[in-house]
């Protein structure tokens, strides 16, 4: 029997809500489809919500709305996209939140290789 290794962290929660929409399977599932590809960057995130809203007081050009906001190790991250089309809004937004994870990692991996030195007010003792 092959040997499984389970990761250490489970797998995030995924939220796809509509909020003045019928959110349908079929959208329910390419939004979960979509958004699985921001699971590549880290693993370590707790919580993936994704809120597809219809906002009938705007104009035709800004109507659909997408929000995600990302349960992540240290300060959430959180974006926001409207368009003319439900699915366009999708893209959109895994598109920036994906941004938003590559700029958060190359921060990181910037300040791990490349550490600053830090003053101290005090002496320290003598070994």
Do not use: W
């Not at 590809?37 to 906002?55: A, F, G, S, T």
Request: some cysteine; glycine content about 4%.
């Amino acid at each position: 029997m092959p040997h499984t290794q389970k990761s250490p962290h489970p797998d995030p929660q995924f939220i796809i809500r509509g909020v003045h929409l019928d959110l349908t399977e079929a959208l329910r599932n390419i939004t979960q489809h979509k958004a699985e590809r921001l699971l590549r960057h880290n693993m370590h995130m707790l919580r993936i919500r994704i809120d597809l809203e219809l906002d009938k007081t705007k104009d035709v050009t800004h109507k659909f709305i997408a929000k995600g906001h990302i349960e992540i190790g240290g300060p959430d991250l959180i974006a926001s996209v409207a368009s003319d089309d439900c699915y366009k809004s999708i893209d959109l937004l895994v598109d920036k939140l994906d941004r938003l994870l590559e700029d958060r990692h190359s921060l990181r991996k910037d300040k791990r290789n490349h550490p600053h030195a830090t003053e101290l007010d005090t002496d320290l003792p003598k070994t």
